[in-house]
């Protein structure tokens, strides 16, 4: 999962565009549009990786739970508890856990998903500001979107 940033032309709008006509000149049509599919795109892949945290994040308590049980039904020669206590459950559970090649790969891809979901969330930000940079530059207002569904949806 490599850095595939890539450094982005600079363009000059030159003054703010007077939009006539509800028309914006083709020029600068296409470069708002192409920065909006990459802020798209880039949002896509950050869902696609929230959702993969998720899905990770969920095999992780499944493979604690399949230890923390392994712990609490071990017992010693005499049938009894190998772990008599609250602690001792707690430092068998996290020595069963290092011990446990399908819970440290789920954390280690867990940690590579999380680092990417870091980078692509970066990128996403900046291509987000980017483009509302791109839509002052040629006088297209951002439109305001309401956040709170209650106000969204209220009756009038």
Avoid at 70 to 87: F, I, M, Q
Avoid at 120 to 125: D, F, G, L
Avoid at 141 to 151: F, K, L, V
Wanted: net charge negative.
């Amino acid at each position: 999962m490599g850095d595939t940033a890539v450094a982005e032309p600079v363009v000059d709008f030159g003054p703010a565009t007077i939009i006539t006509n509800g028309k914006i000149p083709e020029a600068d049509q296409a470069v708002l549009v192409a920065q909006s599919d990459r802020v798209g795109s880039l949002n896509a892949r950050r869902r696609a990786l929230e959702k993969r945290a998720v899905e990770l994040r969920r095999r992780i308590i499944d493979e604690r739970a399949e230890a923390l049980l392994y712990v609490h039904g071990e017992r010693d020669a005499t049938n009894k508890p190998l772990y008599s206590n609250a602690e001792q459950r707690e430092a068998g559970l996290v020595k069963t856990l290092r011990e446990s090649r399908p819970y440290l790969a789920l954390e280690e891809e867990r940690r590579q998903v999380q680092d990417e979901y870091d980078r692509v969330a970066v990128e996403y930000s900046v291509a987000k500001d980017r483009l509302n940079i791109l839509m002052a530059a040629a006088g297209v207002a951002q439109p305001i979107i309401e956040s709170n569904y209650d106000t969204v949806f209220a009756v009038l």
